[in-house]
């Protein structure tokens, strides 16, 4: 007797997720299809339809397409410094149980501050362009990569070290070939948590003390009660961001070969 019910559908999701994933996002466009037309007021929300409907129009606004180029520029140029510096710093500290002890609450310190309380200092050391955004960014991007590569170096076993030590392995073949290998999760959980801290950290200098970039127009927007474009800028921002997360999805598994 065939079974029926809901289990082979469950059943079929558990093997199939690219389908649960589907479905998913479908209800979510679809709940919000029905409350942007019949619950919303149109001057707050837009249907799906309309938004991606009218995209066109998004690039077509002056000044929009030369925004999506420089807050990426600033995005880019944030997030690699964040990677060196949290790189750099999250292994001095790791590794070194006197620097842990002693930068270790500093850091958690530092990063505990709200760090748009001191954007405007950001403003007054680097002016309104682009190095006050991709410095505002890279606060919001290190920390959580320095904190995340502490972690997964202390996860690391002694009795590895000792015995590439004992081997006659460098400090390059230690790091390249025994800690490296070994933080790779860690490592990229932090840079996927620190590409969110430096997007959230650009755009929000951009949403306050700027005339261009994402945030300005997302402001623009905003003031000018035009929902649609905004869920459309946002949308493309919104790709954006699943683009580069993806980038570190397949680096991330382009260095975890060896695990197979």
Known sequence: MAM?????ILSFMQKHPRWSQLLTLGLFFLAWEIAARFFVDKM?????SRVYG????????????DALWLTLFELSIAFAISVVIGLVIGLSVGLGTFARRSFMPIIL????IPQITILPLFILYFGIGAPSKIAFGVTHGMFPIILTIVAGVQNLKPV???????????????LRYVIFPHMIPSFFAGLRLG???VLLGVLLAELYVSTAGIGHFTSMFTQSFDPTR?????SVLAVMAIALNEMVRRAE????????
């Open 44 to 48: 707050f929300l837009s249907p799906p």
């Open 4 to 8: 029926t019910g809901p289990r082979p």
């Open 195 to 197: 590409m969110t801290g």
């Open 230 to 234: 905004l869920l459309g800028l946002i």
């Open 54 to 65: 009218e995209i066109g129009r998004v690039f077509g606004t002056k000044g929009v397409p």
């Open 160 to 174: 590895l070290m000792t015995s590439a030590r004992s081997m006659g392995a460098s400090r390059w073949h230690i």
């Open 109 to 112: 310190l530092l990063y505990g």
């Open 253 to 260: 598994t382009h260095f975890s070969r060896w695990k197979s």
